[in-house]
């Protein structure tokens, strides 16, 4: 039971940033085909989009602060045993989101149901569980409060190619089409005189 959980990717996010988390599972309960997912939000996130997609319902609920409180992904069709299935939802993060954001989930099937609620306590490893909730982990927000896409933006700019004009390429350049041009002219002179 405990290799048959339901997992979510990226398991680490940054404080304050955006993203999306896909929770995934392979096995029904008990062998019987998934009918459901209910996913229960952790405090701390600030805003939470789930994705359409053709094969689930989804239907969500909210606290009275108006955040999304959980969200319910149905099957239009019960998902078979030896299939993966999957669900995303885009996440806002808070600046002082806290270190661990666990999402409890419910897993109904055609016949009875998982709770994937378990949490490791201090030392404790997570895979230890028989039915462990998923857990994301919150490293802290970048200096300049886009987490890593500020990284991956100065890469990009050190790895194009300069976009000034450089006026003795430019001029080379020139040089060799004009050569190139004049030796066209001077091989269609040549064959006229032959012909």
Known sequence: MAGAHVGVSPDELAAGDHGVLTFSFSHGCENSPTTA???????GLASVSPTMDSDWDIQVERGDDGLVSAVTYTAVAPVPTDLRGAVSMGVGLDEDTPDTLAFPVVQTCVEGATEWTQLAENGEDPHSLDAPAPVVS???????????????????????PATASDPLGVALGAGGLLAGFAGLVVAIVAYRRRA
């Open 37 to 43: 997912l209910r996913i229960t939000m952790p405090e």
């Open 138 to 160: 919150v490293t802290a927000a970048a200096a300049d409060g886009h987490g890593e896409h500020a990284g991956s933006d100065a890469a990009a700019e050190a790895s194009s």
